[in-house]
């Protein structure tokens, strides 16, 4: 059974930074492409960043671009995202997202991923 759990969500004030952390259990995580999405309350969910199961591409929503980095640790069967330079607008629930694949590129789309993380909450204040 494979399980995604995140962790690192919490307050903070604008301008300030967390880093969020998605353990995948149950299955090697070789060949794993993995996504971060979020929900704002009364939104419906939007992609924000995915890298690709080699850890060679990456792709970001625009509105993070330059402020958020995901990466990988195959070792860890762990993927993270830091998040700098937080606003308001961040808020949210943040769901990491796992799918097998041979694919050598980032997936953006949510429908493509079959595993899911329960959420973990982000808040910035201003």
């Known amino acids: 059974q494979v399980q995604l759990v995140e962790s690192g969500g919490g307050s903070v004030q604008t301008g300030g930074s967390l880093r969020l952390s998605c353990a995948v259990s149950?299955?090697?995580?070789?060949?794993?492409?993995m996504g971060w999405f979020r929900q704002a309350r009364g939104k419906e969910r939007e992609f924000v960043a995915a890298?690709?199961?080699?850890?060679?591409?990456?792709l970001y929503a625009d509105s993070v671009k330059g402020r958020f980095t995901i990466s990988n640790d195959d070792v860890e069967n762990t993927v993270y995202l830091q998040m700098n330079s937080l606003k308001p607008e961040d808020t949210a629930v943040y769901f990491c997202?796992?799918?097998?694949?041979?694919?050598?590129?980032?997936?953006?789309?949510?429908?493509?991923?079959?595993?899911w993380g329960r959420g973990t909450q982000v808040t910035v204040s201003s």
């Open positions: 997202a796992a799918v097998i694949t041979g694919k050598r590129y980032a997936i953006q789309g949510s429908w493509e991923y079959d595993y």
């Open positions: 890298i690709s199961w080699n850890g060679a591409a990456t």
């Open positions: 149950g299955r090697t995580f070789s060949s794993w492409a």
